[in-house]
């Protein structure tokens, strides 16, 4: 167990390393980074400085090390709007990103696995039709266009809800419902392709034939198998729950990391969009070890291979 | 004597396998030492079981492959590295005809296409005049050139991919159990085709096959293959007359024989060999009838006998022989 | 990562093998109705996407009490919703074809060196691929333009990105097993130099599979395309794509809802009528590909 989470987690600091050295390379490419990343109307000094700290006068791969260095310290460089520590102006907006990602994800899993197991169960139901199409619908209606949707119907025609902004939990309810249906109708899909796939296996068959009633094949055989490709894609869900928050919270104006990503894009606040690409990264490697961690207990073959 | 056009020396080809994902990694000896010689017109039967190495010493002498230790000399020139330029204009010269000619075809592209095609990439003039020749020869009839793969007969299909290797006039051609995957009905026909085209064109050809009879017909040597190794090699009537090694024993008495019953037939006991768990010794010593204790101890060398056959068996030179056995 | 998007063909929709179904029809038909209108946008469309009218501003269409001169209405600066629906159309048709003939190209041929040299270039492929898979495309795609600024060549060769590893992974795996034992040895051994080998003989035996995995990766790069300009960073104006009309669209959804309506059902018929043409086509073509 020890040398497979290690073996992750070597993995998990690559993928970092990969997006810092991303950042590194569009970076240099985009221009001279001191007048970049200080705001425009900073002092000679303070450039100066900054070339010096960031070394921007020694050999690129000096720079690259440096770079490297300065952000495990945790110097990820000013906002050029208000000068302020990138850092902090991500961490303040956060809270608001997590109050429509939880709940949204929360949604995502408690319809979207029912479901598709539901689905996958009375197979050509009426039921297993609806979910399929819905699923479809999911897939091809782009979050911006159900959000704004929702807004027309319940916001402007009905006059139930309100459109944006983030007085109460009533303004987070549509996001919340425009940010988990698309999953949900994915997740719905995928999990009851996966049950099916499990349902067809002969242990299936075998399981019934030997007389176990069909409640308990279904609980004992078909679920925990058909859990483990359904964990992948959750795992991906929860690491690309900010990827999604970006049009979401732009839609309804939420004023969380993904809206901050939007206008630091458009203001090319750059130490901005480095710091949430970070954490993007962060966040996709963390839900990673998590499934890995997951399969471990899901999968027994998995876990005693890696003993071994 | 002239000096032969192929000379392979101490050949050896390992593979690493992995016994399960997370289990180690077994080195696997494919070819365990081999060594051939082959001169310009002559043909050499390569026989075995699957698994032997036979293949894999096909591919050694083309340089498709290359040998871990050992080496390839081909007109007197080692051969070089593979995906080189100079390995690849080499393949003007040498050729290979493949088990499947289904696989080794593209299914894509039209069979004339596909003959002309090392006439292409080896800068040959006058290509469709040769196209139409190399179809004649080969049995075809000119309107087969516009035909897809999946269009033709699986010997139709064997004749082409031969009238491709036989594009470039090559000096060498291996041909890597070339009917084996063909109807039975047809395959004397596609064998006839090799041959006539290996006496009219003066070829060295080396014929892989498993089936000993196949290899009789038109092979000038004959040498049996046995985990890696070459244990028999001689002149064909004489090695299926009176084979020396008792390996070579048990495939002839395995050929059915009309004027023969089954009663002197060697039945091989033990399981099938497997280069990974290769035996001390003589490789073939388990399932030898004749065993003595040495067999498990000492390599046979491969040695010329005063009959002009060479056998890699302790019980097979003459008087050691019969001492060992005595002994025994 | 291409699970996600997608999944299994519904097995139910698989029943008729040999006609076409009647929503794959649709979806031609559709496909073909928008290649005309990209084709042809310059003669059929009534006015210019920048002719302003600001005496006729926020007209509704004709069903909701227009008039015949704006047929589907007409926006904030009293621009034709129609013809710059019918000019989006085009550009976000563009973008999204070269975006993936892009993507296919760069994948395939990284595909193609990595089966090809082996060895340390295809595990760096391999890590590439892993971590493009790994990583929101989104939020890659906006931090590049971030440090670029956008513009429309950026744009395409950004969404051409998107997906690439998957025609790596593809390619890689079918050149590996094509050059092991089949056709393409044969050739190899022929003295046929790499380029002809993979040029002339691999990738017409891979192309069905490339295209069904453009067919797929189609609909995902106009919703990348749309989503990115509906946040007003993919195609700027004057230039006009769907995305873009809706993001503006926003800001009268109150009070001219036809804006945004319009080019919001052109994307979701589109991505609706690829996706189902690229299931179909994988049933058909290439059911081991999933």
């Known amino acids: 167990m020890l040398r497979f989470l290690s073996i992750r987690l070597l993995r998990a600091a690559l993928t970092i390393a990969l997006v810092v050295t991303f950042a590194f390379v569009v970076l240099r490419m985009s221009g001279d980074p001191a007048l970049l990343i200080m705001s425009a109307d900073a002092p000679p000094e303070a450039i100066a400085a900054f070339r010096k700290a960031w070394g921007l006068d020694e050999p690129l791969w000096n720079q690259y090390l440096s770079y490297f260095g300065a952000i495990l310290h945790g110097d990820l460089g000013q906002s050029m709007r208000d000068g302020r520590p990138a850092i902090e102006l991500v961490a303040e907006r956060i809270p608001a990103t997590l109050a429509l990602t939880v709940p949204a994800l929360i949604l995502k899993i408690g319809i979207g696995i029912p479901a598709g197991i539901f689905a996958a169960l009375h197979r050509n139901s009426f039921l297993d039709r609806a979910v399929m199409v819905t699923a479809v619908a999911g897939f091809t209606v782009p979050s911006f266009v159900l959000g704004l949707l929702l807004v027309l119907v319940f916001a402007v025609q009905l006059g139930w809800l309100p459109s944006g902004g983030q007085e109460g939990w009533r303004h987070a309810i549509l996001p919340i419902i425009t940010m988990g249906a698309g999953g949900a109708a994915i997740l719905a899909r995928f999990t009851r392709s996966a049950m099916l796939e499990v349902l067809g296996q002969p242990y299936i068959r075998t399981a019934s034939a030997k007389g176990v009633s069909w409640r308990a094949v279904v609980r004992h055989h078909a679920l925990p198998n058909a859990a483990i490709p359904t964990v992948t894609i959750v795992g991906f869900m929860v690491g690309s729950l900010l990827a999604g928050a970006v049009v979401v919270e732009s839609v309804f104006s939420w004023p969380g990391v993904g809206r901050l990503l939007v206008v630091a894009v458009a203001n090319r606040d750059l130490a901005v969009v480095q710091c949430i690409l970070l954490l993007v990264a962060a966040t996709m490697v963390t839900a990673n070890i998590i499934v890995d961690l997951l399969y471990g207990f899901l999968d027994p073959r998995l876990r005693s291979g890696v003993k071994a | ?328 | 990562m291409s699970i996600a998007l997608s999944p299994a063909t519904p097995v139910a929709t698989r029943k008729k093998r040999g006609g076409i179904p009647p929503m794959v029809a649709f979806a031609l038909f559709w496909i073909f109705a928008m290649l005309v209108v990209a084709a042809t946008v310059q003669w059929i469309a009534p006015y210019s996407y920048t002719a302003l009218d600001l005496r006729a501003r926020l007209q509704p269409p004709v069903f909701m009490g227009g008039t015949w001169t704006h047929i589907l209405g007409t926006d904030e600066l009293g621009r034709d919703v129609m013809s710059r629906l019918l000019y989006s159309i085009r550009l976000s048709l563009l973008i999204a074809f070269g975006a993936t003939l892009i993507g296919a190209a760069f994948g395939t041929l990284l595909g193609f060196l990595a089966a090809h040299l082996r060895g340390f270039v295809e595990q760096v492929v391999l890590a590439l691929a892993d971590f493009q898979a790994s990583m929101p495309f989104l939020i890659l795609a906006l931090s590049v333009l971030a440090f670029f600024g956008s513009s429309l060549t950026l744009l395409v060769c950004l969404l051409g990105l998107h997906g690439w590893e998957r025609y790596a992974r593809i390619s890689r795996g079918l050149a590996i097993s094509a050059s092991a034992q089949d056709y393409a040895g044969a050739v190899k051994q022929l003295g046929a130099s790499p380029w002809r080998v993979y040029g002339r003989h691999v990738l017409p035996n891979i192309a069905s599979t490339l295209i069904v995995s453009m067919t797929l990766a189609f609909p995902e790069i106009i919703l990348l395309e749309s989503g990115l300009s509906f946040l007003g960073l993919g195609v700027q104006p004057p230039e006009t794509s769907l995305g873009n009309m809706v993001g503006y669209g926003r800001e009268y959804l109150t009070r001219a809802p036809w804006i945004l309506l319009a080019p919001a059902s052109v994307i979701v018929l589109t991505t609706l009528s690829v996706s189902l043409l690229g299931d179909w086509l994988r049933d058909r073509l290439d059911p081991t590909l999933r």
């Open chain 2, 1 to 328: 004597m002239t000096s032969p056009l192929l000379r392979a020396e101490g050949l050896v080809r390992r593979y690493s396998s992995r016994q399960g994902v997370f289990g180690r990694v077994v080195p696997v000896r494919a070819l365990d030492g081999v060594s051939l010689e082959l001169r310009k017109g002559e043909t050499l039967g390569l026989v075995g079981e699957s698994g032997c190495g036979k293949s894999t010493t096909g591919r050694l002498v083309l340089g498709l492959e290359a040998p871990d230790e050992g080496h390839v000399v081909f007109d007197g020139a080692p051969m070089p590295a593979s995906n080189t330029p100079e390995w690849r204009r080499l393949r003007a010269r040498m050729q290979m005809i493949h088990q499947d000619p289904l696989g080794a075809l593209d299914r894509r592209l039209p069979i004339g296409v596909q003959i002309e095609e090392p006439l292409v990439i080896h800068g040959h003039g006058n290509r469709p005049a040769r196209v139409a020749s190399l179809l004649d020869e080969v049995g075809l009839r000119p309107e087969h050139a516009a035909r897809y793969p999946h269009e033709l007969s699986g010997g139709q299909r064997q004749r082409a991919v031969i009238a491709r290797a036989l594009a470039t006039e090559p000096e060498l051609i291996v041909a890597d159990e070339p009917i084996s995957a063909l109807d039975v009905s047809i395959q004397a026909q596609v064998m006839n085709v090799l041959a006539d085209a290996q006496a009219r064109h003066g070829l060295a050809l080396l014929f892989v096959s498993h089936d000993l009879r196949v290899v009789r017909q038109v092979s000038h040597r004959v040498a049996v293959m046995y985990l890696g190794r070459i244990v028999e090699e001689g002149e064909p009537d004489a090695v299926l007359r009176d084979p020396a090694h008792f390996y070579t024993r048990a495939l002839v008495s395995a050929i059915p024989h009309p004027s023969r019953r089954d009663a002197k037939r060697i039945v091989l006991k033990g399981d099938p060999p497997s280069p990974a768990a290769r035996p001390s010794g003589c490789a073939f010593h388990p399932r030898c009838s004749a065993a003595i204790p040495a067999c498990a101890q000492q390599v046979p060398e491969l040695k010329l006998r005063p009959d002009g056959r060479k056998v890699a068996c302790h019980l097979a030179h003459g008087e050691t022989a019969a001492a060992l056995q005595r002994a025994a």
